[in-house]
């Protein structure tokens, strides 16, 4: 039978929504394409989430070697190479860019290589080619934005830092969000001087406020500057590096100075007016809760529409809207108990609504709350603290929400994610019998009510 269109299906963006949605869709039998401008595996993979990962690793060693004399320990004179480590990372990401190739062309999916524009609602073009398609997937995600301050050309964006050709020794970072918090640990662990400039009163603006609070402290004991309520007003260059002039009239200078101010959806220059698909004020794809856009036959997942731009939420969207498009039934997925953490020096991870958050919902709310020196640092002499926390809604017991700054945060409150999302309860959390000696255990024992 002669097809109406040349395919059923083509994904913009090969990113871990377009490649993920690529896959479920060819497994229920669409024709599949999905062209990539730049990289197989998008964001995460290449200038996110895996590379920040292996480098808060690096970053860790600094304080193992420190914490190791307590235990008896004689470490050696240590050293490190920046460019070791850069070239290592880009290894192992070439490998993942190929696994990605693999998957695709594995389940049938057709790669085009460069960038994909639409002309209509049906039709993508792709240099001098023309290709129709039933359904059309917006995966193009998102790209540092740069804040409008004078010489910002001087600085760079996370992207820029992956690939940095030296180890800086001065490092300035702006912005008080997952990538600022993130870079600030790693370059301190790696042994520079950093400072991390924030327009607001406190970092982290969503997460629990004394979650933050707790992170600030454990940041200035490692001595990194924090200089919250400061805007940077200018950027000069200075030598072989900057100076940034600051709000206060200070100025510091740096070998780096890295943006860290935000992201904005990849829309620019798509084509995606021609088609009948809307944006918002801020640039991003205006979905509804099939991640379908004002074109009826055009979905969009991931950053590029701005909801909770993080790579397991896009993966989810992207296999919502295939079984969508071509399943039995429309999949809307629920954003309610979604967890994240930040790879902070310590991390931190939350699920579910801050206190705040609670209270403005349910009123009165039920707060649980420890901070503890971890077991580790008993012996290492390291001051540093763990801190947790408990949001309950009083009336059915249901704990709302678990935030924890320390150690493996990320591991754990990804376990507690299951609780919440089945609905536990307190009392099923007293119910629980911990681990010991863990840090974890503290989440099912904790009794005391912390006052209001
Ligand atoms: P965020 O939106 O998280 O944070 C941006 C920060 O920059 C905020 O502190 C904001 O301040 C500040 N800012 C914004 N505009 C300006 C400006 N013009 N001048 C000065 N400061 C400004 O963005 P990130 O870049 O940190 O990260 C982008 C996204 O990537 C995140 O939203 C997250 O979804 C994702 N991500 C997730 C990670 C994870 O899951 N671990 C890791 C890294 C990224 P204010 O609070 O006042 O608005």
């Not at 004394?210 to 030598?239: C, N, Q, W, Y």
């Not at 220059?269 to 379908?292: H, K, M, P, W």
Request: charged fraction near 20%; hydrophobic fraction near 45%; aromatic fraction near 8%.
């Amino acid at each position: 039978m002669a097809h109406a269109y040349d395919y059923d299906l083509f994904v913009i963006g090969a990113g871990s929504g377009g490649v993920r949605a690529s896959r479920v869709a060819a497994q229920l039998g669409a024709r599949v394409a999905v062209a990539e401008e730049r990289y197989l595996g998008g964001t995460c993979v290449n200038v996110g989430c895996i590379p920040k990962k292996l480098l808060v690793y690096a970053a860790e060693f600094s304080e193992a070697f420190a914490d190791a004399a307590g235990f008896g320990w004689t470490v050696g004179a240590s050293r490190f190479d920046w460019n070791a480590l850069i070239a290592n990372k880009d290894a192992e990401i070439a490998r993942l860019n190929g696994v990605y190739e693999r998957l695709l062309s594995n389940a049938g999916v057709t790669i085009m290589n460069g960038r994909a524009t639409l002309a209509d609602a049906h039709t993508v073009k792709i240099g001098s080619r023309r290709v129709t398609a039933k359904y059309i997937l917006i995966a193009v995600g998102g790209w540092p934005a740069a804040p409008r301050v004078a010489g910002a050309e001087l600085a760079i964006d996370s992207n820029q830092a992956f690939h940095w050709r030296a180890m800086p020794q001065r490092v300035v970072i702006v912005g008080g969000g997952y990538i600022g918090v993130e870079f600030a640990g790693i370059f301190r662990g790696l042994g520079a001087q950093v400072t991390l400039v924030h327009r607001g009163g406190l970092f982290l603006r969503g997460f629990d406020d004394d979650l933050r609070a707790a992170l600030a402290e454990e940041m200035r004991k490692r001595g990194i500057v924090l200089r919250f309520a400061t805007e940077v007003e200018r950027i000069h260059r200075s030598g072989a590096g900057v100076r940034a002039t600051l709000s206060e009239g200070a100025s510091i200078d740096a070998d780096l100075l890295l943006l860290a101010t935000g992201r904005a959806a990849n829309t620019c220059g798509l084509g995606l007016e021609t088609a009948g698909v809307t944006l918002d004020g801020a640039g991003a794809v205006v979905v509804d809760r099939y991640s379908r856009t004002a074109a009826e036959n055009i979905f969009a997942v991931g950053d590029v529409t701005n909801r909770r731009n993080l790579t397991p939420v896009a993966i989810a969207e992207g296999r919502a809207a295939a079984e969508t498009m071509f399943g039995r039934r429309a999949v809307a997925l629920d954003y309610d108990h979604v967890p994240s953490a930040v790879f902070s020096h310590p991390p931190l991870a939350t699920v579910g609504p801050t206190e705040a958050e609670a209270r403005a919902r349910f009123g009165a709310v039920e707060i649980y709350k420890s901070s503890f020196r971890p077991l580790k640092h008993t012996l290492s002499g390291r001051d540093e603290r763990t801190f947790m926390k408990l949001v309950v809604e009083p009336n059915s017991d249901r704990v709302l929400g678990c935030h924890m700054m320390g150690a493996d945060a990320g591991e754990i409150i990804q376990g507690l994610a299951v609780a919440i999302q089945c609905g536990a309860t307190k009392e099923r959390f007293d119910a629980t019998i911990g681990i010991h000696p863990t840090a974890a255990e503290e989440f099912v024992t904790m009794r005391e009510k912390a006052a209001s």
